[in-house]
């Protein structure tokens, strides 16, 4: 497993590497000096094998072994400036939570000075690890986590870089029912966003807008707040698609595709939009709503979106011309303006049933 781990980050050095094995883990707050070197991030696909092999460890070792391996890493990826760190500490703060004798207090500090390290004036990414923090404080006081993330706002400012920030303080408020602040929240978060933005990085961004206010819907009373969380829903889900569909990855659309049908991801028996339906009067009509849905989001969206049947449907082995094969690596390139369409449409789908 070790050697696996080294090729996974192609480390020479054998001792700069994390051994993840070893005895019950106890809390070191002590701070080391930040390195000059450039914040870099891993594949995705890497650091969630790495967080498999969490869970692997937890059940067949128990939390302490889980716990070490968690923060040997955590260090690892502090060390080279990585912002798979944030997912590792996402990992960690609840094992520590579940599986020591440590108090909340003794937790925090040791995030207090993981936090203090992270390099977040080279790489504004880093400051999603005040999410974690805020996450902690919810585990036992929604109004402390509140205040922690307006203090970090206060701090570093209503900005693109706070995105992820300003969008969980929006959640955190609406789960206290102060929905007049959240809704003003969420308005000044969505004037963060054009089409200036690197595309997915729009796409991603737009998908947990929409996420939060059919949020903040859950927690309104009045019918028309539930036809808009069906709304927002069913937006995001399209923006969740959208982040996948990219002509030069198309497996990745299809992939996602069949994970929904086959309800490995997606929205269709959680609890709230199942009571939704159900408070809507739809429960007659969900399946053939959800079809219409489906629908446009896999077959009439690529088209919207830019990409052709051809491309939708490319196999490993299709002839291309170099033109093509040119377009389809520039897609990316291409900036997100057509969500105002997806939205009509999705609102037009919707006001059917509705209706």
């Excluded at 082995?317 to 303006?337: A, M």
Aim: with cysteine; proline share 4%.
């Amino acid at each position: 497993m070790i050697e696996f781990f080294k090729r996974l980050f192609h480390i020479r050095n054998k001792k700069r590497y994390p051994e993840y094995i070893g005895s019950n883990p106890e809390l070191d707050f002590d701070n080391t000096l930040q390195t000059s070197k450039k914040p870099r991030k891993h594949p995705d696909a890497d650091v969630h094998k790495l967080m498999i092999e969490a869970t692997r460890i937890r059940k067949t070792k128990g939390y302490p072994a889980a716990i070490k391996y968690l923060r040997d890493f955590a260090e690892y990826y502090l060390e080279e400036q990585n912002t798979a760190l944030i997912t590792c500490m996402n990992k960690l703060i609840p094992y520590m939570k579940r599986g020591t004798i440590q108090d909340n207090d003794e937790i925090k500090k040791y995030l207090e000075g993981i936090i203090s390290r992270a390099p977040t004036k080279t790489e504004p990414y880093f400051l999603n690890l005040h999410i974690t923090m805020a996450n902690l404080f919810r585990s036992y006081d929604i109004e402390e986590a509140t205040t922690y993330l307006k203090n970090t706002l206060e701090k570093h400012g209503y900005t693109i870089d706070t995105y992820n920030i300003q969008i969980h303080l929006t959640d955190l408020l609406s789960e206290n029912h102060k929905t007049t602040e959240a809704k003003a929240s969420l308005l000044h978060a969505k004037t963060l966003l054009n089409d200036k933005l690197e595309r997915f990085k729009l796409i991603k961004m737009q998908r947990k807008w929409h996420r939060s206010y059919a949020y903040l819907n859950l927690f309104l009373d009045n019918s028309n707040n539930k036809v808009n969380y069906l709304f927002h829903r069913f937006v995001e889900f399209a923006l969740d698609m959208a982040r996948v569909l990219n002509p030069i990855h198309i497996d990745q659309f299809h992939e996602r595709k069949d994970m929904y049908y086959k309800k490995e991801r997606g929205f269709v028996d959680t609890e709230s939009y199942n009571k939704v339906i159900q408070e809507l009067d739809l429960e007659q009509r969900k399946d053939s709503l959800l079809k219409e849905i489906y629908g446009f989001c896999f077959e009439e969206m690529p088209a919207i979106l830019g990409v052709s049947e051809r491309q939708l449907h490319y196999q490993p082995g299709d002839q291309e011309s170099l033109e093509e094969l040119r377009q389809k690596k520039i897609f990316h390139r291409k900036p997100f303006k057509e969500l105002p369409v997806l939205e009509d449409k999705i609102n037009h789908i919707v006001q059917k049933y509705i209706k």
